[in-house]
């Protein structure tokens, strides 16, 4: 399958100092397509570095991660399409079994946090609140939309893979961090062959993450009923 490997980012110059030589030689073990950044605005020297490194890069006229989601989608000739945020949460080791999945005939592969042998980055901690809204998040997912007896565990992680074929079909709208959401959401709905393997999720390698609990739940949920409120199938 012709394969596109997608690194998403805004202000991530210092965590590609570390991961962008590894995904590099990951990238060339398995012989993806090709890299192409889509890039959210950065002024950090991001785009620079990436065209350093012979990297092409998509900058993004609309600001959130949906949109960086629908310009590679829309933008981009592949028959599928891996998603990877290079700030160390995702393992870059993954990459190749996101890859693989799709060759054998898997519309939306997602590395799970959530599933025996994986590990989430809150494990390790007494609170964990967004493991917590995580769990909430996919049991209302499944409880309206999944049909297919095989429980999804994790359907807002970001790191994971479509067909242009799926991605095309679920005619996404999103424009926000609730675009993996709605992925996942409306692939229950038109019932297409989701795959997820266990991963385990690292630490942040430098800066802080963007995105506050409390006002991304509250996100999430309206997310949750939107679809609700808009069910069809697909």
Avoid at 124 to 137: E, F, T, V
Wanted: proline share 3%; glycine share 6%; charged share 25%.
């Amino acid at each position: 399958m012709n394969t596109v490997l997608c690194i998403l980012t805004l202000n991530e110059f210092e965590s590609l100092q570390i991961t962008l030589p590894q995904v590099i030689h990951v990238n060339e073990q398995m012989q993806c397509s090709r890299i192409c950044a889509i890039d959210g605005g950065s002024t950090d020297g991001t785009v620079e570095f990436f065209q350093k490194n012979d990297i092409e890069v998509l900058i993004q006229n609309k600001k959130g991660r949906g949109e960086a989601f629908k310009l590679a989608l829309n933008s981009i000739e592949a028959d599928g399409f891996i998603f990877f945020s290079p700030d160390g949460n995702e393992n870059y080791n993954d990459i190749p079994i996101l890859a693989k999945h799709l060759d054998e005939g898997a519309d939306l592969v997602i590395a799970s946090r959530m599933m025996k042998g994986a590990a989430n980055e809150e494990d390790d901690q007494i609170w964990r609140p967004r493991k917590y809204a995580n769990l909430i998040l996919n049991f209302m997912a499944n409880l309206f939309f999944n049909r297919s007896g095989r429980y999804i565990t994790d359907s807002i992680n970001g790191f994971r893979a479509i067909t242009r074929k799926a991605g095309q079909l679920l005619d996404l709208s999103a424009s926000d961090y609730t675009i993996e959401y709605q992925m996942s959401i409306r692939a229950m709905k038109a019932r297409l062959n989701i795959v997820e393997f266990p991963t385990i999720e690292g630490q942040r390698v430098a800066g802080e993450s963007g995105i506050a609990s409390f006002p991304a739940g509250l996100r999430f949920m309206r997310r949750l009923f939107l679809e609700i409120k808009n069910f069809r199938r697909i």
